[in-house]
């Protein structure tokens, strides 16, 4: 009764400000590994930021408002899902105010998804039918990283995959679906919803890090090279990362097109050799795509002032100025 009645008192302590981190805002889901929890009010707080968010019915950022006729989608990870941005402005809203109303944007962001993993949010979460024109963000600097299971975080949650055997071959893949709902799994999703969820992730780290290791070394393999996370990957991407980001933005492409929408790759990228690596393999798919960086340039924003100063999510300010140069692009047509 003394434990519990510690940890009810710990718990109290560790929502208030400004120790308060927030709970995790996603679930388990059958088809995905996860998915936002509906109807759900959270808050984002970082050094830099302390702002409150909220996903809808459907698990979705809430969108400016409906309007008759076909629909448009943001996809994307956590800079489009962007819980570190006010509801209202967020770029899906700012798009839809920049068109002036005329199409209800949808955000289908989701933190920590890869172009895989979006691929499945878009057939088992959209009604394509419903839908005219799909934007997905292609976040170079991690995307290409996050597209080798090898590089999964220890104790992230589970998540499907596609898996791309050949680079000659992006029309063809192995689904390779979530671990199973087990009791691990069912406890995490119970103890998510507390503060104490958030702190022992970070806490834990060094200690699954560690584990890791050792099963690792057991196996006879080179344990994995220890690096900070808060720093960018220096080693090149490899062939099975690159075959499967392009296989599922190919994927991607298939599936909007077949249901008579529009499609276009939205690039986020200031590695000119990633940037480079990416249009020589995409190029013989015929996709559209825009270069996000140099267009913001264009439009006078400082690169460097992108971004939140304490991390790597776009600004409130940024978001509003992706929005125009989507709404100037011509990819949604004109009014």
């Known amino acids: 009764m003394a434990v519990c009645l510690a940890l009810v008192l710990f718990e109290v302590f560790l929502r208030t400000p400004p120790l308060r981190v927030g709970v995790s805002p ?32 459907h698990g979705l950022r809430p969108s400016r408002g409906p309007v008759p006729g076909k629909k448009a989608i943001l996809l994307g990870d956590s800079q489009v899902e962007a819980v570190m941005v006010a509801d209202e402005q967020v770029m899906h809203q700012r798009l839809q ?53 090898n590089n999964d975080k220890p104790g992230q949650r589970p998540r499907a995959r596609l898996m791309f055997d050949a680079p000659a071959d992006l029309d063809h893949f192995r689904l390779v679906p979530p671990a199973p709902f087990t009791r691990m799994e069912q406890f995490r999703e119970v103890f998510s919803g507390f503060q104490l969820y958030s702190y022992s ?11 890791r290791e050792v099963r690792q070394t057991l196996k006879g393999g080179q344990p994995p090279a220890v690096t900070d996370p808060a720093q960018p990957v220096q080693t090149r991407p490899s062939e099975l990362s690159w075959t499967n980001l392009i296989g599922a933005i190919r994927q991607n492409q298939k ?80 009014s």
């Open 97 to 149: 105010a920049h068109l002036g109303d005329r199409i209800e944007v949808l955000n289908y962001g989701l933190g920590g998804s890869g172009a895989d993993l979006q691929h499945l949010v878009l057939q088992h979460l959209a009604d394509l039918d419903q839908v005219g024109w799909v934007v997905q963000l292609v976040n170079l600097d991690s995307d290409v990283y996050e597209a080798n299971p």
């Open 201 to 211: 992730r970070a806490a834990l780290l060094p200690v699954r890090r560690l584990i």
């Open 255 to 334: 599936l909007v097109a077949a249901h008579g929408g529009r499609y276009l790759a939205l690039v986020w990228n200031r590695d000119p050799q990633l940037l480079a690596e990416w249009q020589r393999r995409t190029a013989p798919l015929g996709l559209q795509t825009l270069d996000l960086a140099p267009a913001l340039a264009r439009a006078g924003v400082d690169l460097e002032a992108a971004s939140f100063p304490c991390d790597h999510h776009f600004t409130a300010a940024t978001h509003d100025e992706i929005a125009k140069v989507l709404a100037r692009s011509g990819f949604f047509g004109r």
């Open 26 to 57: 996603v679930t388990y889901h059958p088809q995905l590994g996860y998915w936002h929890k509906a109807d759900y009010q959270g808050q984002a707080f970082s050094a830099c930021y302390s702002v409150p968010y909220r996903l809808d019915g």
